[in-house]
Structure formats: C-alpha cells, structure tokens
C-alpha cells in the first residue's frame, strides 16, 4: 500500500497570502488529521476529518481550515498567512475507527512565510 | 491543563548500550500511550502502543512500560544502534478519538560509535 502523500513538500510564501496543502491518506483510511510542528511548540493538533465532516479541532484561528472530499483526500488552507505560520505541516490518516489506532504522518509540507 | 513532559535534552549513548527515554503526564488518566519516531525532515512513525492494563510492550529491542500511579512512561531500545539516532515522542490521546492524539516535545538520541 502506498503510504501518506502531502504536497508539495515545500512552500515559500510570503505574509498577508493564503496557501492550501494538499494530502492524501492510505487507501482504504477515512480519516485525516492535520499537525503543525514548530520547535518552538512541537507537534499540535489542528483538526480532523471523517467521512467529509471535521470531527475534532484544535486551539488555532479561524485562519486554519480544511476539509476533506469523497475519496478522503484532505487539503488545508491557511489565509493572511503570518511570519509564525513557518512551520511543518503534517498529515496523518487512520481507519479512524475507534481508540487506540496508530497514525501513519506523511512527510510534511515545509511551509516558510517571509 | 494536560501536560506532557520528556527528556528536553538530547540522550547520547553509546553504540551496545540501552536508551532510555521518558515520559511523564500530569492531570489525565489515559487509556493508552503511544510512542513514535521521527527522523529529521520526516513524519513520526509509530513503534509501540501501551494500555493502562498493560504494565509492559515489547517489539523486538524496544520495550515500554507505563505506570499510571506515576503517570510515567518508559521507553528502551536495548543493543542501541547509529540508526536509532532519532527523535521520540510520547503522545496521548486526551479526546477520545484516536486522531487526536496530544504529543510530547521528543527527546532527540544520538547513539555513538
């Protein structure tokens, strides 16, 4: 099985633009969840999807969305991007099923906002 | 509100030796722990899920164990070798859906020749 895809694997923006990521999950998983990484904060949530509908969210702006089509494939979007948007953006994707399932992260977009 | 502490500074072993890395939480009762690794400029990958019930998880040279009075985890690597080297994260799923899994600051290994 072919793992996450994310693209692109690199972003350079610079602030006040929006930018939109794109992922894809392993096939066969309905769930995507969404992860910025900075070494400031570390790994922190930002949503998750199921079945096209957001199922949980995390403490960021309404500048952070997504959402997520028919065949699962994510995308998130993040507008008026500022300097403290610069971060990895990760996705990962689960049968999302129930508790206690691994995530499997593709290799992150790198997002640098000048 | 939830916190999740590791090692903040980097581990450096030697080749042959065992690693340990831990992982303390405050203010929650979790069902399960899980621990990943990540290489620089990858995803986290997972290595091993614990459950409350369970004291101790083997999967060949890793080993973790989670105390729940202590609210600790410990994670080994025994016979550590270079291609250990990596960043480990402890993490937490706090909501109850497993997707949303609250994730410690890592401890970097460097295991030396």
């Known amino acids: 099985k072919a793992g996450v895809t994310q693209t692109p694997r690199y972003l350079i923006k610079t602030r006040g633009q929006q930018v939109t990521l794109s992922c894809s999950p392993i096939?066969?998983?309905?769930?995507v969840s969404w992860y910025q990484q900075t070494p400031g904060q570390g790994l922190q949530f930002l949503f998750e999807?199921?079945?096209?509908?957001?199922?949980n969210k995390g403490n960021f702006p309404g500048r952070f969305s997504g959402r997520q089509f028919s065949n699962s494939r994510s995308e998130m979007n993040v507008s008026t991007l500022e300097l403290g948007d610069s971060a990895l953006y990760l996705c990962?994707?689960?049968?999302?099923?129930?508790?206690?399932?691994?995530?499997?992260f593709g290799s992150g977009t790198q997002l640098s906002v000048l | 509100s939830q916190k999740i502490e590791q090692n903040s500074e980097a581990l450096n072993i030697q080749e042959g030796k065992t690693a340990t890395l831990t992982c303390n939480y405050t203010?929650?009762?979790?069902?399960?722990l899980q621990w990943y690794r990540q290489d620089p400029g990858r995803g986290p990958v997972f290595l091993l899920l614990?459950?409350?019930?369970?004291k101790e998880k083997r999967k060949e040279r890793l080993k973790v164990t989670f105390d729940t009075t202590l609210k600790q985890s410990l994670f080994h690597i025994t016979a550590s070798q270079p291609a250990d080297s990596a960043t480990y994260l402890c993490?937490?799923?706090?909501?109850?859906?497993?997707?949303?899994?609250?994730f410690g600051t890592g401890t970097r290994l460097q295991v030396t020749l």
């Open positions: 993490a937490l799923d706090l909501s109850g859906t497993a997707s949303k899994l609250t």
């Open positions: 203010n929650y009762s979790p069902a399960y």
């Open positions: 990962a994707s689960s049968a999302g099923q129930g508790t206690g399932e691994k995530l499997f």
């Open positions: 096939s066969g998983h309905r769930s």
């Open positions: 614990i459950r409350e019930n369970e």
């Open positions: 999807y199921f079945s096209e509908t957001q199922r």
